[in-house]
C-alpha cells in the first residue's frame, strides 16, 4: 500500500514538471531586449550636424539646438507654415504627408492663418509581427530595451520605418506623442485618422473646447458620454477655438488606464495670440521649441517641452504577445489589473538616461531666461529636482499664478496629468543658479532615476552651459566613463555597476574573471535557466528513488558483473 | 492670383523627379509606364488590375484588421501592370511593391498611396525572371494586421508567409484554451491513462528484474 503511494506520488511530480514545462512554454515572447552585449557610441553618426545651427528655412527662424540627435529644421519649417504652404523641396526633406497640417485664412489680417488643419494618426512603435520575433518599427528608449508603445504621430507618407533595410520606426513616429502647439483664437481642426488596429479618440484636457461641435457631434473624446469610438480605419474631426492660453494635454479616452500608459498622451500649448505670430504646429519628440511663439519671445530666450511618462513592461508586453487584437484586447482590457502594477520604465521624452543625453538636454548660457513647460504624464506622483538652479513656477495646469505669489523651489511635484510653467533664470546669484557647469536634473521620487531599478537610468538629464559642450556638442562629463551604460549588458543586469572602479577591480563580480574566461572559452554564455535545475533533480530524485527501492537487485548485479562474483 | 502662381512655383520641383508625384489626396513613387527592364525586348502586353483596400476587406479572415479585396496577383514577364488603387478607408493605405530592380525603381519599390476615401492609377513594367514580390501597406502594423499580398510574375518563386486567406505566417499566435465540460472530462481520461501507462511500464520492469522461483 505504501509503496502504491510513492508511485502516485512520482507521478504527480512527473505531471507536475510536465505542466510547469508547458507553462514556461507559453507565455508572450515578450522579451523586447536586444541579443548581446552592444556597445553604442555616446553620438552616432544618425543625423547632420548641420541641423543643429541656427537657420532660417523658407523664411522661418529656427533657433538652434545643441545636442547630438536634433529635430529635423526642415520639419520645423514644415511645422511652422504648414505643409500646403512650406516649399516643395522643404517637404520633400520631411516624411510629412502633404495634407498633413494645413494653415490658411488670415482671418483678423495680423499677418498670421487662423484656420489651422491638424492631422494625427496613431502609430504602434516596437509591436508584434506575424513574420518574425523581433519587434518592429522599433524606437528603444535606452540601450536594448524596446517596449511597445502606442502614440498620435503627425500624418507622415511613405514607409513607416527610417529606411527600406531598417526595422527602426521613422523619426516621426515615436515617443512622446507630439506637442501640438496652437494661437489663442485659431479655429483649430484635430483630425484623427485612426491607422491602428483598437479604437481610440482624443479628449482635449484643459484646452478650451465645445462639448458638441457644430453639427452637434461629441467633441469631448469620451466614448461613454460624447460620441463613439473611432474604429480602424476610422476619422473623427475634433473643432476648436481656444480662448484661454496655457499649457494642457490630448489623450485617448478609449479604456483611458491603458491606452493613456501605452503612449496616446502629449502636450497640447494655447499660445497667446500676437501678430504675425506662426507657431510651430509640432514638437515632435518634444524638448526645445526651435520656433518659440511671439509672446514666448517677448520674455524668455529659450523655450523647452519636458513630457514625463512612465512604463509598466508588463502592460506594453501584452501588445507583444500576439497578433490577433481580439486576444490583445482580452489580455489587455480583461487580465491585465492596473491596481496590481507597477512601473518599471521611466522616461523624458520619450527616453531613459543615458539617450536623455542625446537629445534631452537643457542647452544655456549665463544670463538667459529659460520657459520650461512639463507634464506628468506618469501614473504617480513626480518630483524633478534642477541641481543648480532654483526656478520659478510661472503657471499651474496652464493658468498664471499671481505674479507676487509666484513661488521659486527647486523641487517641482506634480500629480498625473498636472502641468507646471517654469522660468528658469541662469543668472549665477546662489539663488537662481550657482555658475556654469553640468547640472542634471531628475525625478527625487527615486524609482524615477532607475531603469527596471538599475541605476543611473530612468529620466536623468542634465542643464548643460555652452562652456561645458565639448567636440560634436557631447558634454564635457568631468566624472567616469559613460560608455558602460550604452551597453546593452548594463540594463540587463550583467555588469556590475563598479566594475573596473580600481586597478583591481575591488568591487567588481566574485566570479566575474571566470565568468569571463568561460564566455570567451565557448562563445556564449550558458543558459542557467532555474526550471532546467528543476527537471534534472527531479530526474535525478526519480533515479535514485529506483535504485532505492531495487536495492537488493543492484547489489546482486554490481557484485556479478563488477565485482566477479555470485 | 500671385499666391497661385507662387504655389505652382513651389510644387513644380516633384514633376520635375522622374515617376514622383504628390498631391493632397494621394502620392505615387517610381512610376514607370516607358522603361524596359533588362531582359525585356519589349512591352509584353499591358494589363490593370483594380485593387481595393479597407478594413472591411478583412471581415473574412477572424483576427484581420486591415485587408486588400485579393491577395495574389500573377502577370506574365515583362507586362506593363496598371494599378488602380482604390482606398475605402478614411485614413491612408498604400500599394507598395517591394524587390524590383533597383536601377529603374529606387529602393527596389513602387509605391502608391492614397490618403483617405479615394482613388489613384499608375503603371510599371515587371522584369522578365520568375519571381514573387510582396505587396504591402507599409503604415506601421497595416503589414502586420493584414494589409499584405503577393504578386508573382511567371508562376512566382514560392508563396509569400502570413497573406490572409492564404498561407500560414512565420509565428502563428497562441490562442488561450477554453475550458469546457468535455475538454476537462479529456483531460481527466488522459490523465488516468497516464498513469496506468506509468504502472503498466512499473510492473513490466518489475517482472522482468525480480527473480521468479
Ligand atoms: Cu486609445
Ligand atoms: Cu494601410
Not at chain 1, 547630438?68 to 516643395?88: E, H, I, Q, R
Not at chain 1, 502629449?266 to 514638437?283: A, K, L, S, Y
Request: proline share 7%.
Amino acid at each position: 500500500m505504501q509503496r502504491r503511494g510513492k508511485i502516485y506520488g512520482a507521478v504527480g511530480i512527473l505531471l507536475f514538471c510536465a505542466v510547469l514545462d508547458v507553462a514556461a512554454d507559453i507565455p508572450p515572447p515578450s522579451v523586447s531586449e536586444v541579443g548581446k552585449s552592444a556597445k553604442e557610441p555616446f553620438c552616432p553618426p544618425e543625423r547632420p550636424a548641420e541641423w543643429r545651427d541656427a537657420q532660417k528655412i523658407d523664411g522661418v527662424e529656427i533657433q538652434e539646438e545643441r545636442v547630438c540627435l536634433p529635430d529635423n529644421p526642415y520639419a520645423v519649417a514644415a511645422f511652422v507654415k504648414g505643409t500646403n504652404n512650406v516649399s516643395m523641396p522643404t517637404l520633400m526633406k520631411t516624411r510629412l504627408a502633404a495634407d498633413s497640417i494645413i494653415k490658411r485664412n488670415d482671418r483678423d489680417g495680423d499677418g498670421d492663418p487662423d484656420e489651422i488643419i491638424i492631422k494625427l494618426e496613431v502609430a504602434e512603435l516596437n509591436g508584434a509581427s506575424p513574420d518574425t520575433t523581433e519587434p518592429v518599427h522599433t524606437f528603444a528608449i535606452a540601450p536594448g530595451i524596446r517596449p511597445a508603445f502606442w502614440v498620435f504621430a503627425p500624418k507622415v507618407r511613405g514607409m513607416a520605418t527610417k529606411d527600406e533595410h531598417s526595422t527602426e520606426a521613422n523619426p516621426l513616429l515615436r515617443v512622446p506623442s507630439p506637442v501640438i502647439r496652437v494661437e489663442q483664437g485659431d479655429t483649430v481642426r484635430i483630425v484623427l485618422e485612426n491607422t491602428h488596429y483598437f479604437p481610440h479618440t482624443i479628449h482635449l484636457h484643459g484646452v478650451d473646447h465645445p462639448f458638441v461641435d457644430a453639427k452637434g457631434e461629441g467633441n469631448d473624446g469620451v466614448p461613454q458620454t460624447s460620441e463613439g469610438f473611432i474604429l480602424p480605419g476610422g476619422k473623427r474631426v475634433y473643432e476648436i477655438t481656444p480662448r484661454q492660453p496655457g499649457t494642457m494635454i490630448y489623450h485617448c479616452h478609449v479604456q483611458t488606464h491603458t491606452h493613456l500608459a501605452m503612449g496616446l498622451i502629449g502636450m497640447f500649448v494655447v499660445e497667446e495670440n500676437r501678430p504675425d505670430n506662426w507657431v510651430q504646429t509640432f514638437n515632435v519628440g518634444a524638448g526645445k521649441v526651435r520656433h518659440p511663439s511671439r509672446a514666448v519671445l517677448e520674455r524668455y530666450d529659450q523655450e523647452y517641452d519636458l513630457q514625463y511618462q512612465a512604463v509598466d513592461k508588463e502592460l506594453h508586453e501584452i501588445v507583444q504577445s500576439s497578433n490577433d487584437p481580439r486576444v490583445i484586447a482580452r489580455r489587455m482590457n480583461r487580465e491585465y489589473d492596473l491596481t496590481d502594477a507597477t512601473e518599471d520604465y521611466f522616461l523624458l521624452n520619450g527616453r531613459s538616461f543615458p539617450y536623455t543625453l542625446r537629445e534631452s538636454l537643457i542647452v544655456v548660457e549665463p544670463d538667459q531666461n529659460v520657459k520650461l513647460r512639463m507634464l506628468n504624464a506618469q501614473g504617480e506622483l513626480l518630483a524633478v529636482h534642477t541641481h543648480g538652479h532654483k526656478a520659478t513656477i510661472t503657471h499651474y495646469d496652464g493658468i498664471e499664478v499671481n505674479p507676487a505669489a509666484q513661488i521659486t523651489r527647486d523641487i517641482f511635484d506634480m500629480a498625473p496629468a498636472q502641468r507646471l510653467d517654469l522660468k528658469l533664470t541662469t543668472t549665477n546669484d546662489g539663488l537662481h543658479n550657482y555658475g556654469p557647469g553640468i547640472w542634471v536634473f531628475h525625478d527625487h521620487v527615486e524609482r524615477g532615476i532607475t531603469t527596471d531599478g538599475m541605476n543611473p537610468g530612468g529620466n536623468i538629464s542634465a542643464i548643460v552651459y555652452k562652456s561645458y559642450l565639448g567636440a560634436d556638442d557631447v558634454p564635457k562629463l568631468q566624472g567616469i566613463d559613460l560608455s558602460r551604460y550604452f551597453d546593452t549588458a548594463f540594463y540587463r543586469r550583467q555588469m556590475p555597476v563598479w566594475q573596473d572602479i580600481d586597478e583591481w577591480d575591488s568591487l567588481g563580480d566574485p566570479d566575474a574573471r571566470q565568468a569571463e574566461a568561460a564566455e570567451s572559452a565557448d562563445g556564449e554564455t550558458r543558459k542557467r535557466s532555474p526550471l532546467r535545475h528543476l527537471l534534472l533533480g527531479l530526474l535525478l530524485g526519480f533515479l535514485a528513488y529506483i535504485l532505492f527501492t531495487n536495492r537488493e537487485r543492484g547489489r546482486e548485479l554490481f557484485c556479478q558483473y563488477v565485482l566477479g562474483r555470485k | 492670383m500671385i499666391r497661385i502662381l507662387a504655389w505652382i512655383l513651389l510644387w513644380l520641383p516633384v514633376a520635375a523627379l522622374p515617376g514622383h508625384r504628390m498631391d493632397m489626396d494621394s502620392m505615387v513613387m517610381n512610376e514607370n509606364p516607358t522603361r524596359l527592364p533588362q531582359g525585356c525586348a519589349e512591352i509584353a502586353g499591358d494589363r490593370t488590375i483594380t485593387v481595393r483596400a479597407g478594413r472591411k476587406y478583412a471581415k473574412p479572415f477572424p483576427g484581420v484588421v486591415f485587408a486588400y479585396d485579393r491577395q495574389s496577383w500573377e502577370v506574365a514577364p515583362c507586362t506593363r501592370l496598371t494599378v488602380r488603387f482604390i482606398n475605402e478607408d478614411h485614413i491612408r493605405h498604400q500599394f507598395m511593391v517591394h524587390g524590383l530592380p533597383p536601377d529603374l525603381y529606387p529602393m527596389g519599390m513602387f509605391t502608391i498611396e492614397v490618403s483617405g476615401p479615394g482613388e489613384e492609377t499608375a503603371s510599371f513594367i515587371l522584369p522578365p525572371y520568375k519571381k514573387t514580390y510582396l505587396v504591402h501597406c507599409d503604415i506601421a502594423q497595416h503589414t502586420e494586421h493584414g494589409m499584405k499580398a503577393q504578386l508573382k510574375v511567371a508562376g512566382g518563386d514560392g508563396d509569400l508567409a502570413s497573406l490572409p486567406g492564404l498561407t500560414k505566417p512565420v509565428r502563428p499566435d497562441r490562442y488561450p484554451s477554453r475550458w469546457t465540460g468535455r475538454s476537462l472530462l479529456l483531460l481527466a481520461l488522459a490523465l488516468f491513462a497516464g498513469m496506468a501507462l506509468i504502472w503498466l511500464g512499473r510492473w513490466l520492469i518489475r517482472a522482468m528484474t525480480e527473480d521468479r522461483p
